[in-house]
């Protein structure tokens, strides 16, 4: 399922909040950014996962893409700190709901009222992904900046993927 929220018009930008259903586990909000000029090439999506579904704070964030245009290219780029998060936990979040999909006591989907228990595990496992996910990117800005010798934007490793889901 998918419906339009509200659509704004912020500092030349157009930007549209949607509910969808067929997003990432854990988000079922979108909010999508691109310009009003048609010269200008570029799109912005960002999914916003679990406690980060509040109507302010994803408004926030368009307003910040749509006034900043450092901001806005360090998204483009994948360098900032909310896209560099989403590429870890969004591929663990899908290969995770895959593999656990399914309720060992039933054949239904882990999604139902028989196996209300196997999907708040599932929530809490995907939530701590995300949490560690974004520790990740936490701990190699800090290393980066303190070895102050690398100077291009940091990215957070792929290794993270696998050493969560052996975790998990």
């Known amino acids: 399922m998918r419906e339009t929220i509200e ?3 912020i500092n030349g930008c157009k930007a549209t909040l949607v509910f969808d259903t067929g997003g990432p586990v854990g988000s079922d909000h979108v909010m999508i950014i691109k310009p009003t000029d048609t010269e200008s090439e570029w799109l912005i999506n960002r999914w916003f996962y679990f406690d980060e579904q509040v109507e302010a704070y994803m408004w926030n964030f368009a307003e910040k893409i749509c006034t900043d245009a450092k901001y806005r290219q360090q998204s483009l780029e994948e360098t900032e700190e909310w896209k560099r998060v989403a590429n870890l936990y969004e591929p663990l979040a899908r290969r995770l709901y895959q593999e656990l999909s399914y309720s060992e006591r039933s054949e239904f989907p882990i999604m139902n009222d028989r196996s209300r228990d196997d999907s708040k595990k ?3 496992l995907l939530k701590s992904c995300l949490r560690r996910s974004e520790q990740s990117c936490d701990k190699e800005r800090t290393t ?3 070895q102050s010798i690398i100077k291009r934007k940091p990215s ?6 696998m050493n969560l889901s052996d975790t998990i």
């Open 156 to 161: 957070c490793s792929s290794g993270l993927l």
């Open 7 to 9: 659509n704004r018009g």
């Open 122 to 124: 599932l929530k809490s």
């Open 144 to 146: 980066i900046r303190k």
